[in-house]
């Protein structure tokens, strides 16, 4: 079976630039998240949706970052403008159900920002 | 930022040595999990400890909770090369949003 899938792995793009990441969850899972990785700071959660309804977006850094879920297998997070400081790994997951279950990660996009 | 803490941050031990990483949290929790991340790539679930359960097997993973002290330890037996990676524990209150923890770095050498 096909896990969560990510593109592009790896992004690299000048200051000022819109940057669109992509996210393609487990078909039948429900709930999408995603996570911004960084040796400071470690793991976030940025945002998660539910039913493809964002529930929690307290984690996103500002208003250049902006995450859509317009159907159940498809999710997008975009930085306008981007700036040096949003490089990190951004990763997706996804999961099935309510309470707390495993999440499933993808391999995750390495964003650089010069 | 990570309500979690691990401890240690490091850890490197010889091939067939057991490792033990130890993770505390800071609020009430439903249950706590534990994920590896090897290098590169997304992070990958090992195993889940419920709120009521204070000890869990998987293969050579054991996982111990102890609620009164909001504490979780991982221990791998017999560890291989192959367990090089980090380790991190994750809790959750309730919902589906997880807290990770800083994670633990495990270097098995040959």
């Known amino acids: 079976d096909a896990g969560v899938i990510q593109s592009p792995r790896h992004e690299v793009t000048e200051m000022g630039q819109e940057v669109t990441l992509r996210c393609k969850p487990i078909?039948?899972?429900?709930?999408l998240f995603w996570y911004r990785q960084t040796m400071m700071r470690g793991l976030e959660l940025l945002i998660y949706?539910?039913?493809?309804?964002?529930?929690?977006d307290s984690g996103m850094p500002e208003d250049r970052f902006s995450a859509k879920m317009p159907n159940a297998s498809f999710s997008t997070l975009k930085i306008q403008p981007s700036e040096p400081r949003d490089s990190a790994v951004y990763f997706c997951?996804?999961?099935?159900?309510?309470?707390?279950?495993?999440?499933?990660f993808g391999d995750g996009t390495r964003l650089s920002i010069l | 930022s990570q309500q979690g803490e691990e401890d240690p941050q490091a850890l490197s031990i010889q091939e067939g040595e057991n490792a033990t990483m130890n993770c505390s949290y800071k609020?009430?929790?439903?249950?706590l999990q534990w994920y590896r991340q090897n290098s590169g790539r997304g992070l990958v679930h090992l195993i889940l400890?419920?709120?009521?359960?204070r000890e869990k097997h998987s293969g050579r993973l054991r996982v111990t909770l102890d609620t009164s002290k909001k504490s979780s330890s991982l221990l791998i037996t017999a560890s291989r090369a192959a367990d090089t990676a980090s380790y991190f524990c994750?809790?959750?209150?309730?919902?589906?949003?997880?807290?990770f923890g800083t994670g633990t770095q495990l270097k098995v050498e040959l």
């Open positions: 609020t009430s929790i439903n249950n």
């Open positions: 949706f539910n039913n493809n309804v964002p529930i929690d």
């Open positions: 078909s039948g899972h429900n709930s």
């Open positions: 400890i419920r709120s009521n359960e």
């Open positions: 994750a809790s959750t209150g309730g919902g589906n949003k997880l807290t």
């Open positions: 997951a996804s999961t099935v159900g309510q309470g707390g279950q495993p999440q499933h």
